[in-house]
């Protein structure tokens, strides 16, 4: 059983277009995330949702809308895309914080190629 | 805010040999977590190991142990009998909270 899923795993696209990843998990946990994965393979936190509310919004342009409708999915929206949006976008999440329990798993991973 | 910093961008071990990777960290953070994670070239990021700032005790698991110096601010990965399947990017991580920082990552060869 996939724990943190992803689809797709794979998405190319052109500048300017709309696109969406969508991310479940089926571990129970309160919090989920996105991180993004540059060229040099630097990751960054996007945002941070708690109990489907919005708890980190690390200066994310906004293009990027993440959407959480329930606790175990968290989605991700891109609008007019651009070349700099290229990188590997991961889901992940963790038991709710307030019970100290830290420790993130991640998705396999969205690769996104912006032509 | 929280920085992590990993010195070593490449490293290289033969089969069966020890290797460290070295990570720094710098936090004002009282209560925080330490991660190492592994991401071989599926992608996919695997937890190898986690220690509690609180604990004095470092964390092993199996193979994988680290040397966590609080007051040096340094949580070292050491991997003992490596193995080719050790080859990977390997990430130090802090995480107090809401969100995990990253070091840059140090690559690790496996050769035969």
Known sequence: ?115 | AQTVTQSQPEMSVQEAETVTLSCTYDTSESNYYLFWYKQPPSRQMILVIRQEAYKQQNATENRFSVNFQKAAKSFSLKISDSQLGDTAMYFCASGSGYALNFGKGTSLLVTP
Request: glycine share 6%; hydrophobic share 30%.
């Open chain 1, 1 to 115: 059983d996939t724990a943190v899923s992803q689809t797709p795993k794979y998405l190319v696209t052109q500048m300017g277009n709309d696109k969406s990843i969508k991310c479940e998990q089926n571990l129970g946990h309160d919090t989920m995330y996105w991180y993004k994965q540059d060229s040099k393979k630097f990751l960054k936190i996007m945002f941070s949702y708690n109990n489907k509310e919005l708890i980190i919004n690390e200066t994310v342009p906004n293009r990027f809308s993440p959407k959480s409708p329930d606790k175990a999915h968290l989605n991700l929206h891109i609008n007019s895309l651009e070349l700099g949006d290229s990188a590997v976008y991961f889901c992940a999440s963790s038991q709710d914080y307030l019970a100290g329990e830290e420790t993130q798993y991640f998705g396999p991973g969205t690769r996104l190629l912006v032509l």
